[in-house]
């Protein structure tokens, strides 16, 4: 995937309409924010480990460092420890919606956009929030390895994923929007917010009235742009 600059993305942005989802409207970027004092991070901590980490991201942190392509994992003999990507390092995307038996689903896309590699690990935190019209009512996504459209399939934890400059990750939202027989949980959901994992930043996406009435998920960050972990 090729890189693009913060001030190229805020104009791509800036002429974003409305995207298609198969049966369930529409999700747009809107804007990123920091969250509140109290759900901000410390400060940017160090990671070293076994040098278990394979060229699709699992395993740990390698100890001494760790070199990263496009999402890829980590590679031997690079210099100095990994730190967790920050703020500044992160671009949150979505992209390939989908809908299929009462499940929808959106692939939230990271992007490494800082000029030094760094890792993320674990959900999207504090996880994907909703909120419905008139802010009546908001909903967390539950923390799961994987669901009906994907995650960590295969998988016993969320793994390390290091990125270099310009690399990808993704995590999968998912949700029914089929009633059941105590209805939805939402019925007019209008914004999305989600922050990288260990990160203090949000980004909104607007949602057209999305009805979420139950399984509302979200797996954890995975290499690459992706549904499930290469070879699963």
């Excluded at 001030?7 to 942005?13: H, N, P, S, V």
């Excluded at 994907?150 to 009633?179: C, F, I, Q, R």
């Excluded at 996406?205 to 992706?226: A, D, K, N, R, Y």
Aim: with cysteine.
């Amino acid at each position: 995937m090729t890189a693009i600059t913060k001030g190229q993305f805020a104009m791509l942005t800036a002429g974003l309409g409305v995207a298609t989802m198969a049966g369930a409207g529409y999700l747009a970027y809107s804007n990123s924010h920091p969250r509140s004092s109290s759900q901000a991070g410390g400060q940017v901590s160090v990671v070293t480990g076994s040098p278990t980490a394979t060229a699709t991201g699992f395993g740990t942190v390698p100890k001494g460092g760790a070199g990263a392509g496009g999402g890829a994992g980590a590679a031997s003999g690079a210099t100095g420890a990994a730190l967790e990507c920050h703020n500044t390092d992160m671009q949150v995307a979505e992209k390939d919606s989908q809908g299929a038996a009462g499940h929808i689903s959106l692939l939230l896309v990271f992007t490494n956009v800082g000029d030094h590699a760094c890792y993320l690990k674990g959900y999207p935190d504090p996880g994907a929030t909703v909120t419905g019209q008139g802010n009546v009512s908001s909903l967390d996504a539950k923390r799961t390895l994987a669901g009906y459209s994907g995650g960590a399939v295969g998988l016993s934890a969320a793994p390390y994923v290091l990125l270099k400059p310009g690399g990808d990750a993704s995590a999968v939202l998912e949700w029914s929007d089929v009633p059941d027989t105590s209805g939805c949980e939402i019925t007019n959901a209008v914004d999305l917010a989600v922050t990288p994992p260990n990160t203090t930043q949000s980004t909104d996406f607007t949602m057209s009235g999305q009805q979420i009435c139950s399984e509302f998920q979200i797996h954890p960050v995975l290499s690459g742009v992706t549904r499930t972990p290469s070879g699963k």
